[in-house]
DNA sequence: ATATTTTAACTAATGATATTAGTTTTGAGA
DNA sequence: TCTCAAAACTAATATCATTAGTTAAAATAT
């Protein structure tokens, strides 16, 4: 069903990551990941639509990583300790594989329903997180906003160098986490 | 002292940051700006020595902006007003001046020294807000990377669509705040 | 086993882009 | 008015993405 294979959707999607991964977003081309797979670049269009559509596969599968890395990080906790694993694991991923988390950034495009979809999974996810905070169902979401920005701002100022000081960034963050957390406590009794 | 004048840095820049601004941080190309400037690419080459240098003179421009709107917001408020204030004046930068924002995030390559020390400054002044909450020097270097970071993210996040729900941000990011504050307030009696 | 058909590779070409080299022009100052 | 440096130009190279058209191979049908 397929002459000279050997080269399928996935097999595309992996050289891609991994240039992502080593050499960073801006490395993904048509040309470098042909290359990888030892074709010219207009071979490549036999798999996928273009470069466009290759950047979308790529920030749709970085951004599953990430969830899953979070997911498991927090395993079965609840409450403060699940939310701390919670960033220790959303941190470590973008130390890890800043080129994919570039992606992730980059790629939404309003075409990407994809990506909003996983969003709004992990909305879900940390709603249950906060259970036994008691919040209505309203300041649970300003607080799921409020901490995937704090922990999503941490994360892309460390990337790009934007904390120029001797003083631990995740010492930083869990700081600010637990002022959020001890409010909320405070908030409900 | 310049044959065929008419066109110095800050022509060049001026044109950068109108293209930003209209339709995007990824428009400013070599051949964009000069024909703004009604030259031919290489002639810009006269007065910007690459693409690189003309991204980080964006960068840095739209860096003083957004300063300038920041301390223009705080003015001589102090405390939770003045914090407020200075998020509410980003945000609007953010939503007045998507291009130029996008071009803070980009520019920073390891070469800009300007982009970090004007991050410093701003740090400082933030410090200087929280003055009459009694936070050792420690305490308020946690608190400003957090309330950075924080706005950074609502503002990157709203930028890149990354909040479906039809949820009010503006409420979100003071419920937020209001968190971290009345905890610092709490912390310091 | 052979013929057909599908499809993945190819080459060639187009049109952006940035950038360098080398040349011409022009305007400011001697 | 002449000189010269600066700023424009043209020409060329290299790297992108992408499209069109061709070839070849492998799976499938006969």
């Given at each position: 069903?397929?002459p000279?294979?050997?080269?399928?959707?996935?097999?595309?999607?992996?050289?891609?990551?991994?240039?992502?991964?080593?050499?960073?977003?801006?490395?993904?081309?048509?040309?470098?990941?042909?290359?990888?797979?030892?074709?010219?670049?207009?071979?490549?269009?036999?798999?996928?639509?273009?470069?466009?559509?290759l950047r979308?596969?790529?920030a749709?599968?970085?951004?599953?990583?990430?969830?899953?890395?979070?997911?498991?990080?927090a395993?079965?906790?609840?409450?403060?300790?699940?939310?701390?694993?919670?960033?220790?694991?959303?941190?470590?991923?973008v130390?890890?594989?800043?080129?994919?988390?570039e992606?992730i950034?980059?790629?939404?495009?309003?075409?990407?329903r994809?990506?909003?979809?996983?969003?709004?999974?992990?909305?879900?996810?940390?709603?249950?997180?906060?259970?036994?905070?008691?919040?209505?169902?309203?300041?649970?979401?300003?607080?799921?906003?409020?901490?995937?920005?704090?922990?999503?701002g941490?994360a892309s100022?460390?990337?790009?160098?934007?904390?120029?000081?001797p003083?631990?960034?995740?010492?930083?963050?869990?700081?600010?986490?637990?002022?959020?957390?001890?409010?909320l406590?405070?908030?409900?009794?």
């Amino acid at each position: 069903m397929s002459p000279r294979a050997g080269i399928d959707p996935g097999a595309v999607l992996r050289a891609a990551l991994e240039i992502a991964d080593s050499e960073g977003a801006e490395a993904i081309t048509i040309s470098s990941v042909a290359q990888r797979l030892g074709i010219r670049p207009p071979s490549l269009y036999n798999h996928v639509s273009g470069l466009n559509e290759l950047r979308s596969w790529v920030a749709v599968h970085a951004l599953r990583q990430l969830q899953d890395a979070i997911v498991a990080a927090a395993g079965n906790k609840k409450g403060e300790a699940a939310i701390l694993s919670f960033a220790d694991a959303y941190i470590g991923f973008v130390r890890e594989h800043p080129g994919l988390y570039e992606m992730i950034q980059l790629a939404p495009g309003p075409e990407d329903r994809e990506i909003g979809e996983a969003g709004d999974r992990l909305v879900d996810f940390v709603v249950g997180l906060l259970d036994d905070y008691n919040l209505t169902k309203e300041e649970a979401l300003h607080t799921v906003r409020g901490l995937r920005s704090l922990i999503h701002g941490f994360a892309s100022l460390e990337r790009q160098k934007g904390f120029g000081l001797p003083l631990d960034v995740q010492d930083s963050l869990n700081f600010n986490l637990k002022l959020i957390l001890d409010g909320l406590r405070r908030r409900t009794g």
